[in-house]
């Protein structure tokens, strides 16, 4: 049996997990604690057990891109997430309905020459392929490729999981001395109350100089200011309010505010890679290694490995170590794996707990590789039943996004270069402006324009705000893989992109393709399926009557903004916003997007048959197994889930280290 394994390895063949049941594997190396994946889940858990003097393998599928400028540049964001080096490529659907999924205007067909196209109208022989949703496949994870924003959830997140899970732990003041314990905030006066200024997670923003000769986009942005009860004529003065203030009032302020990234001072973006680095490559006086903390690159996670008690027993499996295959690409959700990638079986082990942090997608499936997950799923891949635990893969939800996309009589104007800047050509090679960059100078060193407004509708819950827009010259309308068959908005658009925050469409699942591996999931968000989730459609619709109501008041020589997305079937637009509630509706459900996806491997109470975890981030049915991800929390929080994740990982940290001594 091992000449077997040994020659399919040779291969690069698929090793089933049916041929590796009972197999004598050779021994692997010894640690405390194993920790997969490298996002703000799991790069700063991994360096704070690290830093507490217990030995941590850190495993990741990608590479290290640290010097990579789409990734180090903030304004290269957008070259970040299709850079083949860093992303790995999901394809999802919004419905199980097939007349509802070819609605959306940017789907992604893979063409006969295995070329994409995105939209409606694909080339004869083109395929299907779904939602393109990328995700980092690096060092740091997704937040090396992000956009960066950094906001903090509402505080009735962190209240929720008090609430269903008895854990005080949880309590909202508590997880915002989390957040001014990593911050290293670079934007306010040092000593601003809920901030801080000496932690890990750099936090910036840019000042009102940014906004010089913006004098169009600040009209209108001074008119959503003013239809949000803030004063129009300090919209310069709003522009870099404290969008993670201590305020009190804060979950229920609307308004315009300042942008913050989780971006240091030099204007490089921060990612869990720097502070995985930073603990690596720790040293001693005497030149060795600091900390004990070991990062294996290239290592795709296929198991956990656990010690099985007697079949009489009532002892739950323990934990004790992962099983893996080492080498590049060998995802297939890497743009560069083919078929024959297969990579070299190893195996690592854990004398204390292993740690799963792979992401909303990638959480269930290892969890289900490694059989705890849905009894009837795993049977059908032929994967043994070590737990069957429903909720493993399901609950999946997201922020919902949608552009309101309007159009101005004429282009917004904005300031001419800089005649004393070299000509930029976005990273490409020989790009003077990146070695400037590098020096803190030049175009690249500056901040970008941003802005972060929030409004509650009249059909809010909780009495708090409900919609994140960002509000600019282009519309996030999706994300797509290079291609050729995208155009781009013209100069005279003004678009306000949304994120509905506390989304309560929560059927989605992942699912297993099969028992490889190296396979993708299926994933399904299955919107608008559950009882209630009608009122999130209603809250949209409150918005764009809102956002009709208010692109009229933009100053006069813009005037008519006319809202083009969604459009105003059967007009003449009401007084009050409206067109057709149900063709809004319609356009919503269509175009739908989102790229925050969470809760697939939940915590929940003790009577909830699809709580996966307990308060202490603790897989049920097992012992010394956690998951420290998005995948987490019982709901999307806030806007973005990239700051609370990081702010999770801290309280991770708090609970793992509380149990270091009971193994």
């Given amino acids: 049996m091992m000449k077997l394994i040994a020659s399919l390895a040779v291969l690069g063949l698929a090793i089933p997990s049916s041929v590796l049941a009972g197999v004598q594997r050779p021994g692997g190396e010894e640690y405390d604690y194993i920790v997969v994946g490298s996002g703000p889940g799991g790069g700063p858990i991994a360096s704070n057990l690290a830093q507490a003097g217990h030995s941590v393998l850190l495993i990741e599928a990608g590479d290290d891109q640290s010097n990579n400028p789409n990734s180090e540049i903030p304004g290269f964001?957008?070259?970040?997430?299709?850079?083949?080096?860093?992303?790995?490529?999901?394809?999802v659907r919004n419905y199980a309905n097939d007349t509802l999924t070819l609605q959306n205007n940017h789907l992604t067909w893979r063409r006969s020459d295995g070329s994409f196209y995105v939209g409606r109208e694909p080339p004869p022989g083109a395929t299907l392929l779904g939602l393109y949703y990328p995700r980092g496949g690096t060092l740091g994870g997704s937040s090396a490729v992000n956009a960066m924003g950094t906001v903090l959830p509402s505080e009735s997140d962190w209240q929720n999981i008090v609430d269903l899970t008895?854990?005080?732990?949880?309590?909202?003041?508590?997880?915002?001395?989390?957040?001014?314990?990593?911050?290293?905030?670079?934007?306010?006066?040092?000593?601003?109350?809920?901030?801080?200024?000496?932690?890990?997670?750099d936090t910036n923003q840019g000042n009102q100089s940014i906004w010089d000769g913006q004098t169009d986009l600040l009209s209108a942005l001074?008119?959503?200011?003013?239809?949000?009860?803030?004063?129009?004529?300090?919209?310069?003065?709003?522009?870099?309010?404290?969008?993670?203030?201590?305020?009190?009032?804060?979950?229920?302020?609307?308004?315009?505010?300042?942008?913050?990234?989780?971006?240091?001072?030099?204007?490089?973006?921060?990612?869990?890679?720097?502070?995985?680095?930073?603990?690596?490559?720790?040293?001693k006086p005497n030149g060795k290694p600091k900390f004990p903390l070991t990062v294996q690159l290239n290592t795709l996670a296929t198991k956990v490995l656990f010690k099985t008690m007697p079949p009489n027993s009532n002892a739950r499996p323990k934990a004790i170590g992962v099983e893996f295959l080492r080498g590049a690409s060998i995802y297939r959700a890497d743009p560069r794996s083919s078929a024959s990638a297969g990579g070299t079986l190893g195996r690592a082990f854990a004398r204390k707990e292993v740690i799963l942090s792979g992401g909303a997608f990638n959480t269930p499936q290892l969890l289900k590789l490694s059989g705890i997950g849905p009894a009837a799923e795993l049977t059908r891949h032929n994967i043994s039943v070590l737990v069957d635990l429903p909720g493993v893969g399901a609950s999946l939800q997201d922020n919902y996004e949608v552009p309101l996309v309007g159009k101005a009589t004429r282009a917004f104007l904005s300031p001419s270069p800089d005649p004393n800047d070299p000509p930029c050509s976005f990273g490409a090679p020989g790009d003077p402006c990146v070695p400037l960059w590098r020096q803190g100078q030049?175009?690249?060193?500056?901040?970008?324009?941003?802005?972060?407004?929030f409004r509650k509708s009249a059909v809010a819950v909780g009495n708090e705000r409900d919609f994140f827009f960002l509000g600019s010259t282009f519309a996030i309308r999706g994300f797509w893989p290079p291609t050729d068959s995208v155009v781009f908005d013209g100069p005279d658009t003004f678009a306000l992109s949304t994120v509905k925050i506390h989304p309560l469409?929560?059927?989605?699942?992942?699912l297993l393709k099969s028992n490889d591996p190296r396979d993708t999931p299926v994933i399904s968000f299955n919107l608008f399926d559950g009882a209630g989730t009608e009122?999130?459609?209603?809250?949209?619709?409150?918005?764009?009557?809102?956002?009709?109501?208010?692109?009229?008041?933009?100053?006069?020589?813009?005037?008519?903004?006319?809202?083009?997305?969604?459009?105003?079937v059967g007009g003449p637009m009401a007084a009050d916003g409206g067109c057709d509630d149900a063709k809004d509706k319609e356009w919503i459900k269509s175009q739908i997007f989102g790229h925050h996806a969470t809760s697939t491997?939940?915590?929940?109470?003790?009577?909830?048959?699809?709580?996966?975890?307990?308060?202490?981030?603790?897989?049920?049915?097992?012992?010394?197994?956690?998951?420290?991800?998005?995948?987490?929390?019982?709901r999307v929080p806030g806007p973005f889930p990239l700051l609370p994740i990081f702010m999770l990982s801290e309280k991770a940290s708090e609970s793992v280290l509380q149990d270091a001594d009971r193994w």
């Fill in 77 to 91: 964001f957008p070259f970040a997430y299709v850079d083949p080096t860093m992303r790995w490529d999901f394809f």
């Fill in 166 to 201: 008895g854990d005080s732990t949880w309590d909202p003041a508590h997880m915002r001395d989390i957040f001014r314990k990593i911050e290293r905030n670079h934007h306010l006066p040092p000593g601003t109350p809920g901030h801080g200024f000496d932690g890990y997670l």
């Fill in 222 to 283: 001074a008119t959503i200011s003013g239809g949000l009860g803030q004063d129009p004529t300090h919209i310069l003065d709003n522009l870099i309010q404290d969008v993670n203030s201590a305020n009190p009032n804060r979950d229920q302020a609307q308004g315009v505010f300042g942008q913050t990234l989780h971006v240091n001072a030099s204007n490089r973006r921060f990612s869990s890679r720097d502070r995985i680095l930073s603990t690596a490559r720790a040293t």
């Fill in 442 to 453: 030049g175009p690249y060193a500056r901040f970008s324009l941003g802005d972060a407004i």
């Fill in 505 to 510: 469409s929560k059927q989605g699942e992942v």
């Fill in 535 to 568: 009122a999130d459609l209603d809250a949209y619709v409150d918005t764009v009557k809102w956002a009709r109501r208010t692109l009229q008041q933009i100053p006069a020589s813009l005037r008519p903004v006319t809202l083009v997305e969604p459009p105003c």
């Fill in 601 to 634: 491997a939940r915590i929940g109470a003790d009577n909830d048959p699809l709580a996966v975890l307990d308060s202490k981030l603790r897989v049920r049915g097992v012992k010394g197994l956690r998951v420290v991800d998005a995948s987490s929390f019982p």
